[in-house]
């Protein structure tokens, strides 16, 4: 479905001393671009902060005057958005998904609700983890706007509170998860260390550092490294999944699905590797060793 997105990333960050949050790296990726990479689809991004290089393009603007707040910066990015549907996310969510997102955005459309927020584990609903109908969004920041005066310093609840919302519970419990705090960044920094998470993590800042949008079959790479370090030689996994990922770019090139390519090249070489390695374990026919 279409949408725009609205990522505010300004603010104080004063429980962080002052530290510029959004380009605070966790698994080597500032935190703005984490978020970024759960909206890839949005047809328009605006970015309501201080100008920085981002992984991909968007949109900048600044709330009037600057450290207006959330309700100030939403209303400055609001005027740069046209879809009927808005994604609105804070700029400090690294486990934010695209699942996550989507889900958000089907609930906004679905129903006669004005949109809809994530709920996190503990209960508490999230206004910048949420999808918002565009309409009735700017309809309640301009009564605001009048009914103050100006929107700096307003508490988001001033907003939410005036419109339906629904609310939707995330399949990833760390969805919600936000850094405002020195110990909530070295607790993400360890999370996606942990055993269970670490490959995917890897992968996904890989592929987002080279540019590329692939599937990756983890386990169906690992086993071909797996079967080519054991059959061959510990030196041929990485070697081996490299021609791999080789062979399934020419196939893109030349029209292929690139991850079906990646599918079957895995398939082709694990297959070779498992004939390498009976091949050695077979004693040599009799003609071979010269006895008889």
Known sequence: MSYDAIVLAGGAARRLGGADKPALPVGGRPLLDRVLAACPDATTTIVVGTRRPTARPVHWTLEDPPGGGPVAGLDAGLR???????LVLSADLPFLDRDTVHALLAAAAAGPVDGALLRDPEGRDQPLVAAYRTEPLRRETALLATEHGHLRGLPLRALT????????TAAAPLASFDCDTWEDLAAARARIREHGSVLEQWITAAKNELGIDVDVDIPALLDVARDAAHGVARPAAPLTTFLVGYAAARAEAAGA??????????????????RWAAEAKQPPHPEETGSG
């Open 161 to 168: 509170a005036e419109l339906d919302l629904a609310t939707v």
């Open 80 to 86: 740069r958005t046209t879809a009927e549907l808005v």
């Open 257 to 274: 699905d690139p991850a079906r390519a990646a599918a079957e090249a895995s398939r082709k070489v694990a297959d070779l590797a498992l």
